[in-house]
């Protein structure tokens, strides 16, 4: 198993940015594809950005393309998403997941979560 923890969630002002960490222990980290996902309140989970095991592929959710940049660490366990140029429609709570596979947009192909951390943009 792996678990993941999310970090770096806040308020910031549209136009403002935040970078969120997600930290992963148990097993190898760079045997898993990894997932960012936002849900925001009364709206279903929704695939955000994805990564491969070796950060050589990622796939991006359009609203997000050219603002958002996933990343990923696997000396220290760590994934990353960037946040530029933030807008309020992306106020959520973003977890971040892991899949024993490739890249994938599905959230029912993640095999772990973490517990999400809030992002709020005011305008």
């Known amino acids: 198993q792996v678990q993941l923890v999310e970090s770096g969630g806040g308020l910031v002002q549209a136009g403002g940015s935040l970078r969120l960490s997600c930290a992963a222990s148990?097993?190898?980290?760079?045997?898993?594809?990894m997932g960012w996902f936002r849900q925001a309140q009364g709206k279903e989970r929704e695939f955000v950005a994805t990564i491969s095991r070796g950060g050589g592929a990622t796939d991006y959710e359009d609203s997000v393309k050219g603002r958002f940049t996933v990343s990923r660490h696997n000396a220290e366990n760590t994934v990353y998403l960037q946040m530029n140029m933030l807008k309020p429609e992306d106020t959520a709570s973003y977890y971040c997941?892991?899949?024993?596979?490739?890249?994938?947009?599905?959230?029912?192909?993640?095999?772990?979560w973490g517990q999400g951390t809030q992002v709020t943009v005011s305008s």
């Open positions: 997941a892991a899949r024993e596979s490739g890249i994938g947009r599905d959230p029912k192909n993640y095999n772990y």
């Open positions: 148990g097993r190898t980290f760079s045997s898993y594809a």
